[in-house]
T-cell receptor
């Protein structure tokens, strides 16, 4: 069965600083990987996704993620964090579920941005 | 705006009440999902419907009863809930083709409090 680990429960960065959120996955085949963001009281918004091809994936809001098969990682990065990026971030791996797809989520990383 | 709406956004109910959560997607998708998000726990997949047929029931107690009358609408009927069922209930939809581009889009959720 697939699994996702987000080692950092909570990260605090200053506005303008760079950010890296870690994600490690376990999956037997080629993974389909996702990053979602959740603001307080809201649903999940898709930031970016990886299916194949270029291992560096660009997403919305200036985020990017790099897939590293050798390390089973899919870390999320942003060169300069804005106060509006404060939210909870979830990494997920997708597995086939019939003709739909099952997402297995990590426990999330809460990001606090200091002024 | 992700094209997935959920009503109500907040719900308080007693353990003997019966209520229903509604989800509607405007994306032309064929697969719909219910997730439960509890504090300090990863998102849990509850049910999956694909082309109106239930394809997954992730060992959910019978006090939760899903209904999918068409590909655009998904309901979660609730009865005799327990306080531990208090959580954010998220609905999602995806194309349902199972293809490499299969991506789930989430609604804003219903915050449920069971007293």
């Amino acid at each position: 069965a697939q699994s996702v680990t987000q080692p950092d429960i909570h990260i605090t960065v200053s506005e303008g600083a760079s950010l890296e959120l870690r994600c490690n996955y376990s999956y037997g085949a080629t993974p389909y990987l996702f990053w979602y963001v959740q603001s307080p009281g809201q649903g999940l918004q898709l930031l970016l996704k990886y299916f194949s091809g270029d291992t560096l994936v660009q997403g919305i809001k200036g985020f990017e993620a790099e897939f590293k098969r050798s390390q089973s990682s899919f870390n999320l990065r942003k060169p300069s964090v804005h106060w509006s990026d404060a939210a909870e971030y979830f990494c997920a791996v997708g597995a086939p579920l019939g003709s739909a797809r099952q997402l297995t989520f990590g426990s999330g990383t809460q990001l606090t941005v200091l002024p | 705006e992700t094209g997935v709406t959920q009503t109500p956004r907040h719900l308080v109910m007693g353990m003997t009440n019966k209520k229903s959560l509604k989800c509607e997607q405007h994306l032309g998708h064929n697969a719909m999902y219910w997730y439960k998000q509890s504090a300090k726990k990863p998102l849990e997949l509850m049910f999956v419907y694909n082309f109106k047929e239930q394809t997954e029931n992730n060992s959910v107690p019978s006090r939760f009863s899903p209904e999918c009358p068409n590909s655009s609408h998904l309901f979660l009927h609730l009865h005799t809930l327990q306080p531990e069922d208090s959580a954010l209930y998220l609905c999602a939809s995806s194309q349902g083709s199972g293809g490499r581009g299969e991506t789930q889009y989430f609604g804003p959720g219903t915050r449920l409090l069971v007293l």
